[in-house]
């Protein structure tokens, strides 16, 4: 497991997580095991004002009192960038891993234990199926993009919202398209788009301009917002045929 010497965000986030661990291990007690950060605040690519705050609770039940309970005090979490955590036994931890081996590799690989016991110690994630999961969640995005765009009526304002969101949950999904070809997983995401280029010999000029916009470096108007969507499309598009042909990343 991969963990930076310090969390890279600002003192505001470091004191929001303390608030928080210490007011939920006395909201759960005895019932929570423990707390674990991922996600952007662990692989320091934290964005104040644009990222959340991804959490998993280690639980030793999961009853409907401990869930109520623990809803009230979401409420107010939602309010300060923390997105409603994952809340999982670990017996729940270790079969949701062998389902969902993508999602879980990357917990595994990049997380921060704040409280307790730290449930990814010794967690084997057997990456059989990591494959054909990379193809379905890729796949899955593309669909995604399509349907929400639709959604938006295709206008410039919806449409600067969807595209980082899209690009949130494909750069895991070119995470694990690295571990399927066993080349060096990058979890940098300007060293993740560079290697995709190299690996799969496309230029993504799409996935570049949509993390800069992700990053607030970039304003496309209305003449350079459809033709950015026009580019993360086919960045995509060719992202998805690239998994689907023989010998390229063991998806078929």
Known sequence: ???????????????????YVKETNALLGAALEGIV???????????????????LLSLASQDREILACYAKAQRRWSREQVVVPLLLTADEIQRSAAAFPLEFLEIQEQHRLLSGRDPFIGLHIDDTHLAAEVFQSLSANLLRVRQRFVEGGGTEEATTLLLPLSLTGLLPCLRGMQRVAGRAVSFNSDALLADMQRFTGFELPGLVDVLNLKRGKIS??????PRLFDRYLGDLTKLVQHVRAPGKTGTS
């Open 1 to 19: 497991m991969t963990q930076p010497a310090a969390l890279d965000v600002p003192s505001d986030t470091q004191d929001l997580l303390s608030r």
């Open 37 to 55: 950060l991922y996600g952007s605040a662990v692989r320091g690519e934290f964005l104040p004002g644009r990222s959340n705050l991804n959490l």
């Open 220 to 225: 496309p108007g209305p003449v350079e917002v």
